[in-house]
DNA sequence: TTAGGGTTAG
């Protein structure tokens, strides 16, 4: 009976769980001093839950079995478990096991379980384990998970002879925590580097924001005939989509071709991106059309690629094909969505996916929140807006700055700078785009003391440096005010180089205001800036034409003509199931244009009616 | 030990 059993359970076997216990009730009655055998089969993937259940039972579970178990939890990343059972083992004295080190140490890595972790530590020190590399390694990896790299230095420093395994893993840790400068001296230090370690130190300077030095690094390594892998090249392709280098992401795109990599999904979804984010869009499409399999991300990058380029409706039609094809989308596709739909400016598109979105409770996370807001509020729903804003869970700058600019752009000036004083006092730290939607408020508002209060306020109490756009929304602010000395006063002293917005902003104001002399001094600025834009010119000669200055009118016209400067026409289009109306100034061609006109008149007779604020209810705004 | 996708403004 017993050598029958024995020679059983050295055969590989493959118990289902009743099988298991019969076989476990058999050993337990007859023959107790083989048990050990049958923990082996025991302790595997699909019956690890019942080698659970018999190490709760054992007094005193001998190492061997300790070890399996901590290390098959840890494999399947059930790291609660693994290190329940580990502290649970050293409670019941079973002394710790030189290979369960390793596993217990990532568990403690992937949760961040540092307290943990270090009790692994000091008991690893205790048996003498600490000398062995493969445990330093294991040290290394975990201190850097936790964001604890001179600990992880402090290990590295003792083990005498640097594989390059422990080197790759401290590089990866300062990668991480964004210490270029430690990462690039380990690595220059090291006698013998692998794949690794290139690969680490490119992803290193591609993240801290350096991607060029990652490239001149990725161009050594070949001189140095270190061959690249995937990783590398996945790496260098996002370095390229990052600088929207068109010309180096080919040349890789080649090495994908000449190592054979085409089918690798990662790869290929890269490749992608690297056109994508060139500005490719079209070969993207058709890198992505030809991918074999698809999954979430590489749907979600082509998604989001369409939506940064202002594809919109390409991207809410490629988001319809994903669900079809029974795709399920996460937060970063639907972040993605959310802003295709923000740029429409479609109620109803917008309505659909935002009830979609909310009712399957993806609204709190700060990426999609804070798009779903941004969408409402450019779809004219502010209400909703608020109530995502006040909803979510976690509020970054994002999120602070979307319900700011949300509510400036929907012309309520008061609550956009109250929230902005909301979010001074939550300790937010604004940057440089609060300021625009602070600014932009004032600017609708009108509220010109204010937006000076605000501009000057930017440098000296929250060090962010204006821009060449918040100065745009000072000229517009002093402009809309008929302010237009102060405006050219402003411009005058602006550190940045005024652009043509701002000159071309003071011009359209010397119209409204009459102001022919601060019109010139702008038209000379722009005739530099942007010669052909024919709108300069038909301003300028309307300002002249206004004061009954005809003569210059007309030479403003002959110079246009001498220029060659063509006026482009102004068309408004509409589209409305599947076909688009196109209008041009007091044009009568469409067949229903009576009608039209008289639905015109109608909505601009109601706008002049309508209160500004009435419809937007102050209670909502209430800080939550 | 190393790899791909996201939100705001202009």
Known sequence: MEQRLVSLLQSPLNLNPNQLKQLHALIITSQPSIFPLFLKHVSAPATIQYARQIFDEIPQPDSLFCNSIISIFSKLSLHQEAIKVFFSAHFKRTKLAFFSVPSILKSCASLAASAEGKQVHALSLIRGFCSNVYIQTALIDFYSKNGDMDAAKRVFDEISVKDPVPCNCLISGYSKSG?????????????????????????????????????????????????????????????????????????????VDVHDLRTNLIVRTAVSEMYMKCGAVDEARKVFDEMSQRDVIAWSAMIAGYAQNGRSNDALELFEKMCLENIEPNEVTLASVLSACAQLGSVEVGEQIGSYIEGRGFASGVYVGSALLDMYAKCGNIKRARRVFDNMKHRDVVSWN?????????????????????????????????????????????????????????????????????????????????????????????????????????????????????????????????????????????????????????????????????????????????????????????????????IVDGLSLQLKLVDKNSDYDLELCEAS
């Open 179 to 255: 210490n270029v400068l430690e990462a690039r001296r380990v690595f220059e230090m090291m006698q013998l580097r692998t794949v690794a370690s290139w690969n680490s130190m490119i992803s290193c300077y591609a993240h801290v924001g350096d991607p060029i030095e990652g490239l001149r690094l990725f161009e050594r390594m070949q001189n140095e005939k270190e061959k690249p892998n995937e990783m590398t090249l996945v790496t260098v392709l996002s370095i390229c989509a990052k600088l929207g280098d068109l010309r180096t992401g080919l040349k890789v795109k080649e090495m």
């Open 402 to 598: 979307s319900m700011i600019g949300g509510l400036a752009i929907n012309g309520l000036a008061d609550d956009a700078i109250e929230l902005y004083e909301k979010m001074i006092r939550d300790q937010f730290k604004p940057n440089d785009v609060t300021l625009i939607g602070l600014l932009t408020a004032c600017v609708h508002g009108g509220l010109v003391e204010a937006g000076i209060r605000f501009f000057d306020s930017m440098q000296k109490e929250h060090n962010v440096t204006p821009k060449v756009e918040h100065c745009a929304c000072m000229v517009d602010l002093y402009c809309r005010s008929g302010r237009l000395e102060d405006a050219y006063k402003f411009i005058s002293k602006m550190e940045t180089e005024p652009n043509v917005v701002i000159w071309g902003t003071l011009l359209s104001a010397c119209r409204v205001h009459s102001n022919i002399e601060l019109a010139q001094c702008s038209m000379e600025k722009l005739l530099v800036l942007e010669p052909h834009n024919s709108a300069n010119y038909v301003l300028l000669s309307n300002i002249y034409a206004d004061a009954g200055r005809w003569e210059e009118a007309r030479k403003m016209r002959n110079l246009m003509r001498k220029k060659d400067v063509q006026k482009l026409a102004g068309y408004s289009w509409i589209e409305l199931e599947d076909t688009v109306h196109k209008f041009l100034v007091g044009d009568t061609f469409h067949p229903s244009s009576d009608e039209i006109y008289d």
